[in-house]
């Protein structure tokens, strides 16, 4: 039975619409216009076009922020990639961990990106959940009131390198240099942080389980669902997505199938500034990258030791007749 974690008035949030300047050389963004409500910023995520994928001046619903989050866990790394239900959209997608940015914090989405993580990334454990903190700050506990978190054994996040062309909020460089595009399907600008996540040595029998918001109703309602941890890792060889998805239940990983899975535009092809497409399908993706689907386990594979030497008496028997 899904747990509810916390209740809130979307009416509360509020964001605002942006000016978008772009060049091959970098990109800046400011607010215009007056404060929006959560189903205000919804009608205003209409498509839009562009001629120049370089070069450009337009005006936009809302900032969005994502992140590359790559987890360390027991000397292997991960992308960590969430199942979210859009409702926005009607489709089920895989999707880098990512929400909106409040109008208060328009120039510092990094803010927002870390809050981001700890309202979507659960990491338990059987003493508790592991609370976080990014340098010297303290990740917030968003469901304190429901769960009991560790403070003596805290994952860490850290900057990755960040990307080659600036982004700026007026005329203020945004740290760590997020990844940038616009959506046109969506009239928003996304910016993604890459992030390192890294787990605690002494954290054993980890579990880990993303939260996601959804509408009901008058209320934004955050469930913790066990039996649909909705969380899955990527594992990297040598910095590189190896084509294989998994969740992570008390230290083990149970593979995830990828049977009409689709990605979220995050992963789509970029041209210039822009990303044209909603998704992208999980075959599409590993073809764009020159990655192969692995090849799954043939009968054979799947037997257990006492059959396979069953099977190897009998084979060579009837090849001797």
């Known amino acids: 039975m899904p747990r509810t974690l916390i209740r809130k008035n979307p009416s509360n949030f509020k964001t605002l619409p942006l000016y978008v300047e772009a060049t091959p050389d970098g990109l800046s963004y400011q ?13 205003r995520r209409r498509p839009v076009t562009v001629a120049n994928a370089e070069h450009f001046a337009l005006e936009l619903a809302n900032l ?5 989050l790559t987890l360390r866990w027991q000397n292997r790394d991960y992308w960590v990639l969430v199942r979210q239900r859009r409702q926005d959209r009607g489709d089920v997608v895989l999707k880098l961990i990512s929400g909106y940015v409040p109008a208060h914090e328009l120039n510092l989405p990094l803010h927002t990106a870390i809050q981001e993580i700890a309202e979507e990334c659960l990491l338990e454990t059987p003493e508790g959940w592991l609370g976080g903190r990014f340098n010297d700050t303290w990740l917030p506990a968003p469901y304190a009131t429901a769960l009991h978190y560790r403070e003596a054994m805290p994952f860490r996040l850290m900057p990755e390198s960040g990307a080659a062309r600036p982004v700026r909020c007026a005329n203020l460089q945004l740290i760590e240099r997020p990844r940038a ?49 909705d969380l899955y890792l990527m594992p990297l060889q040598d910095g590189q997505p190896v084509p294989e998805l998994y969740t992570l239940k008390k230290d083990q990983l149970y ?3 990828t049977r009409g899975l689709y990605l979220a535009e995050s992963f789509a092809r970029q041209e210039g500034w822009l990303v044209r497409d909603e998704r992208i399908r999980w075959k599409d993706w590993l073809k764009q990258q020159g990655l192969s689907q692995p090849d799954k386990p043939s009968g054979l594979s799947r037997l257990t030791g006492k059959a396979k030497q069953l099977l190897k008496k009998i084979v060579p028997h009837k090849a001797a007749r």
């Open 255 to 257: 593979p995830a199938s």
């Open 181 to 229: 595009y616009v959506h046109l399907p969506t009239a928003s600008l996304q910016l993604i942080y890459d992030l390192r996540l890294e787990v605690p040595k002494e954290a054993k029998s980890l579990s880990l389980f993303h939260v996601d918001e959804r509408l009901e109703g008058d209320q934004l309602v955050a469930r913790l669902d066990r039996k649909r941890p």
């Open 31 to 43: 607010s215009v216009g007056r404060p929006l409500n959560f189903s205000q910023t919804l009608q």
């Open 64 to 68: 969005g922020v994502s992140v590359r």
